[in-house]
Structures are given as C-alpha cells and as structure tokens.
C-alpha cells in the first residue's frame, strides 16, 4: 500500500514541476512595424492642343450644337450628388408639346429623363434631378446666331459654368408655348475658352395620388452656338482640346493640299502628374505614298517606285519644323529657348526631349512648321516656299505624333532617339 502512494506521489511532483517551468519568463521588449509596403509609383502624361494657325488663319471652333439626349448625365438628386449615370428616353405624355417647336425639331432632341418610367416616389412629392452636359469651346462667338430653347416637366434652371443663365418657374414648361428661350446675352459672357458645362436643374411638382402615366417627368434642350467661320476650310478642319489622354482620334494636323511656302504654327501642351518624367514628342508609323506621278514630277527626275526612306513619295523631307518653350502659351515666337533648330526635318521631331517635374505646371510647347526652308531672324519665322521642288507634286506624307513620358528616377541614360514605339501593321 506504501509503495504505491510513493509512486504516485512522484508522478505528481514531475507534472508540478513541469507547470511550475512553464511560467518563467527572461526579460524580453517587442516593438512592431505594421503595415508595410510598397506602391508602384505612376506616371501620367495628358496632352492638349490649344491654339494652331495655317498661313495665318488662326483655327477655332466654327459650330457646336448639344441636345437632349443619353449623352447627358445624372448628377445630383434634390440638390445631392449622385454617382454619375446616364440619362435615357422619357416617356412622353400626350399633353407635352415642346418638341414641335421648329429649333428642337430641327436638332433631333430627345425627352430624356433620369429613369422611365418615372420612379413611383417621385410623382408624389416635389423630385429635382439635376442634368449635366459638357462641350469645348475655343474662339470667338458670333452671338446674332446663339440660339437655346429648353422644354421641361415642370420647372427648370440652367447654369452655365455655374451661373445661373435663365429658368422657368411656371408648371406647364413642357408646352411649346411656355418652354424657356434664353437670349444670347444671358450666355455668351459666360462662354469660356476650353471645356463648358451646361447644368439643367429639372422639377417634377408632386400630384396626390400622382403616377408615372399622370405625372411623368421630362427635360429637352438644344443649344447652339455658332462662331461665324463661313466657308475657311482649315477653320472647318482643324482641331483643337484642352488636357486628356489622346484616344487615336485626336489631329494635330489635318492638310490635304499643302503648296510650297505653306506654314503654320501649333502649341502643344504637355503635363505629367506624380512623378518626375522624361517627355519626347515622336513621330511613328510613316507612310510616304507617291499618288501617282505627273509631269511636272517626271521632270524633276521622279521615277516610278523610287522614294525616300519612308516610301515611294517625297514629301516628307521637304516640311521643316522649329520648336520652343511657349511659356505664355500664345502660339507666337518671343525668342523663349529653343527645343528644336529651325528648318529640322519633320521626320526628325524625335530630338525634340524635355524634362518635366510630376504635378508642375503645363509646358507648353510652340511648334512652327513650312513647307520649304524655314529660318528664324530674331524673332520673326519665315518660311521660303521656293526650295520645295515639283517631285513632291501630288505625294503624301501621314504619320503618327506620339506623346511618350518616361520615369526620370533611376534612368539617367534615357534618350528620346532610343525610344522603341510599336509599328502598326499596314
């Protein structure tokens, strides 16, 4: 009996004594760094186009006309922003007349509304939805031929650039005869060069018992502006934007007549957020086509299938290009430092390279082209038309003007002349 409590007591005393080891603890001190990382830095590059002149016609836009339509974008609800979203087709009640006014007839305009039917809730009480569209203008205004005529269910307020230019109080501006017409001179003040946004306040008044088929809500618009270029085919046919990433449809130019002696001037602006960033500005995918050879080429020894390096035509070499820092983004030469020596070859913009510092103000970038020998005397651009020979008749000459950024950190060897852009297949 002894012997067997001897034992067990033992096997107490080593669990005791493992417990007891358990709880001793050296001096020790923790200290944590938490959430560590590490963020891919970024680089963007927007570009715009804000001034451009051919033979000394400035370009600007000739003719801008916005309606009603999907196009338009929801904004806010009884006077608080909403996630963004596109307007769509109103229901139309057989009572609204306004679009057979002969302005919006004309334009196409569209009822449009922020949902259809019109949401149940908003039929019963006093609902505002507020419309937003936007558009560039850059130019004069020829204000005899602005023009703007709104057609709502049932009040409106329009805002322009955020100033109130007209508004309709009245219950019944779905009527033809009741729409808003705002006169030119409550507008063109408030036109700025560069992008508008035209706002449109819309008030449904709530009906008891009201419902989308007796109380539906609309808004229809159109607005014209007209800046008066005639028939100037380069102000028809030039573009011009303000900041944005380009999408392929942007032009920078657009000439297909181009006779010797020919020059213009363009002003390119560039701008790169975050970070510090080389810019070039490239020229990629050359196309040299001949178009076939006159007389006039065959005489000045154009050959069938012979051209320069870019193709069979020769036109290309003979368009010259003289760039500079465009400080006062003007468009015009003041002896501001020089980016690139007059008369380089347009196919040679690629020397063209510029350091810009990440969220710096734009650099604007002052671009003068000719068709012939250009040179530079003090401040004065000249362009000599008679260097540019026949063998360049009927040729053509299209490319690719790229915008290409490149991270300065780290990339001390960079060179515009090394940069690789991808060659579309033909």
Known sequence: MNKKILISLSVITVVAAIAIGGTIAYFNDTETSTGNIFVAGSIDLKVDHTAQTYNGVDCKTCDVTVVSDTSDTVIEKDGVAVNPYSAVLAWIHPVWTAQNDPSLLASSAQWIWEQNPTQQADTIIDTSYSFKKEFVWMGPIASTDLFMA??????????????????????????????????AANITGNIIQGNNVLKFIVTNMGLQNGTPSSNPAGLIYKFHIDGNCGDEYFQNHCELWQSTDLDGSQQFFNFDDIKPGDYGTNVISLDVSSNDAYVCLLINNVDEQENGIIDPET??????????????????????????????????????????????????????????????????????????????????????????????????????????????RNNEEFDCESVELPVLPQ
């Open 150 to 183: 709104v057609g709502s269910d049932n009040g409106v307020q329009v805002y322009l650039n955020t100033v109130l230019i007209g508004s309709n109080t009245g219950e019944f501006g779905y009527l033809q005869g009741s729409m808003l017409q705002i006169p």
């Open 299 to 408: 005489t000045a020894g154009d050959l069938p299938n012979v051209g320069n390096l870019n193709g069979f035509g020769e036109l290309s070499p003979f368009i010259k290009v003289f760039a500079w820092n465009d400080t006062d983004n003007d468009g015009v030469y003041e002896g501001e430092a020089t980016l690139l020596a007059p008369n380089t070859p347009i196919v040679d913009l690629d020397l063209l390279s510029l350091s810009l510092t990440g969220g710096s103000p734009t650099f604007y970038v002052g671009l003068a082209w000719c068709a012939g020998t250009q040179s530079v005397l003090g401040n004065v651009i000249s362009c000599n038309g008679a260097t540019m020979g026949d063998i360049a008749q009927t040729d053509s000459f299209t490319a690719d003007l790229t915008a290409y950024a490149e991270q300065q």
